[in-house]
């Protein structure tokens, strides 16, 4: 798996995709570039800044993958909001992780923009 900021690309989960978020992904064919989608692979991803010192921020991505990981990173089905600490990005993906192990993660009130 290769994504353009591979060296700062930190899985947090790969997670069977329940029913309800796959009849969701089903009727939004756009965000299944993976065919078929079985699992949601949540990511913690670094963003270089645009500075002389190498600083960083931090955003959540979901991406809908299939049961060995694959996934298209072109395509992802949400991404966060830059946040400027590590630790504020483990911990959304984590609630993420909560939510899709419920089955509730495209129904999720914590996706406040979908990608």
């Known amino acids: 798996m290769k994504t353009p900021n ?6 947090k989960a790969l997670i069977p995709i329940g029913l309800n978020d796959l009849n969701f992904l089903k009727d ?8 078929p989608p079985t699992h949601w692979l949540i990511a913690v991803e670094g963003v ?10 931090w955003k959540v991505s979901v991406y ?5 990981g694959d996934f298209n990173w072109k395509t992802p089905y949400y991404c966060s909001a830059n946040m400027e600490s ?3 990005a483990i911990a959304f993906a984590s609630s993420l992780v909560s939510s899709s192990k419920r089955d509730e993660l495209t129904s999720s009130t914590k996706l406040e923009k979908i990608s």
């Open 6 to 11: 591979y060296h700062d690309f930190y899985e």
């Open 28 to 35: 939004t064919e756009a965000h299944c570039p993976v065919s």
């Open 48 to 57: 270089q800044l645009a500075q002389q010192k190498i600083y960083y921020h």
């Open 64 to 68: 809908p993958a299939d049961c060995e």
């Open 86 to 88: 590590i630790d504020s």
